[in-house]
């Protein structure tokens, strides 16, 4: 006999430190139909920037998925978060710990195992598309940046604005050292015998949603409120648009799910309407790159005019996620480059795009 699903939070955590205080949302205890508990916790990964942690608990198997950014205060967060689960009654020890798994391969997932890895031997599964995010971190991070520095030359960003952009981009990622990991990852599996993998992919190419039960554990793929960040698949294969609309596409296969619980923001209680505004929005957003192509223009230019008030590492995040469109709608024609012959003639000039 089935009993529905019961979610019930815990009083409010209250976090003071360096003379400020701040307020996190309380940890949650979600109860599975099948006797599965999942808690989740939310950790300050970046400033304020919330990320949510989640353990799974099936009898005497317990899994950590994601471990927060690494930073001292996300470490801090982590480990108060963790310990707010005897509150449910929850007697779980760090070294109890059967798993550790990975979503994808972002530092606010991610930079948080070094510290994880100080306090269980649980063994680390990630897709494997972002193991090496984890077993070869300065190589990827060399890679990305070299990719990215070709892109925004590409986008039309000048040289001391492509500086300023890569110093915002390397600030912080150098803290993350990383190791072996033990269990690879690939769509289909179930790792332990508990939690189906759906790679998802767009988002970061080694994506991985959980099924669990009557719950998805959406990752960064479905949020809550924001539209997930997408940049463009010529700065890491796997990245875009096209690969992020699939991965919706396997999601809304998915039948008889009650809860979506995600890498950031609140639970989602109704997964399909939410993938259907979030694929609505990047429609929307294409429509107006359209409009705004009826002139040629570079991703900067129509960056400049579709978020013309976000600035430093915001306008780094909006240049990647119209290139991730521009490069979508010039794929399908929908976009033409309308300086071809200056493009021969130099090879620095920027493509520009106009409306086919
Ligand atoms: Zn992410
Ligand atoms: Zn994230």
């Known amino acids: 006999m089935h009993t529905a699903l019961v979610t019930l939070a815990r009083a409010t955590r209250c976090a003071i430190k360096a003379g400020m205080s701040s307020v996190l949302p309380p940890p949650q205890r979600h109860a599975l139909s099948d006797g599965t508990l999942i808690y989740s916790f939310p950790v300050r990964v970046f400033g304020t920037f919330l990320a949510n942690i989640y353990v799974l608990r099936r009898g005497e198997y317990a899994a950590l998925i994601d471990t927060g950014s690494g930073t001292e205060q996300s470490n801090a967060d982590l480990l108060s978060g963790f310990a707010a689960l005897s509150e449910f009654g929850e007697k779980l020890e760090w070294a109890e710990l059967s798993r550790v798994v990975i979503t994808h391969g972002h530092i606010d997932h991610h930079g948080g195992l070094d510290f994880v890895r100080t306090l269980t031997a649980a063994p680390v599964a990630v897709h494997e598309l972002d193991h090496p995010v984890l077993s070869a971190y300065r190589e990827r991070i060399v890679l990305t940046s070299r990719a990215l520095r070709a892109f925004l030359h590409e986008a039309g960003v000048d040289t001391p604005g492509v500086t300023a952009f890569m110093n915002m981009y390397g600030a912080g990622k150098t803290r993350f050292v990383g190791g072996p990991v033990e269990t690879e990852l690939r769509h289909g599996d179930v790792l ?85 505004a979030i694929r609505a929005s990047h429609i929307r957003k294409m429509e107006r790159i359209l409009n705004i192509c009826v002139s040629p223009h570079s991703v900067q230019g129509v960056t400049a005019q579709l978020y013309p008030h976000v600035r430093s590492y915001d306008t780094l995040l909006a240049l990647e996620k119209v290139g991730a469109l521009a490069e979508y709608l010039n794929a399908r024609g929908e976009l033409q480059v309308a300086n071809l012959a200056e493009m021969e003639r130099d090879e620095h000039a920027a493509p520009l795009y106009q409306t086919a």
């Open 192 to 276: 332990d015998g508990v939690l189906r993998v759906i790679h998802t992919p767009g988002h970061c190419p080694g994506q991985i949603c959980l099924r669990v039960g009557e719950v998805l554990l959406s990752a960064d793929q479905v949020l809550a409120r924001t539209t997930p960040h997408l940049s463009a698949e010529s700065i890491t294969p796997g990245n875009g648009l096209s690969h992020y609309l699939h991965s919706l596409d396997l999601l809304d296969a998915e039948e008889g799910i009650a809860l979506t619980l995600a890498g950031h923001e609140e639970p989602v209680h109704d997964l399909h309407t939410r993938s259907a």
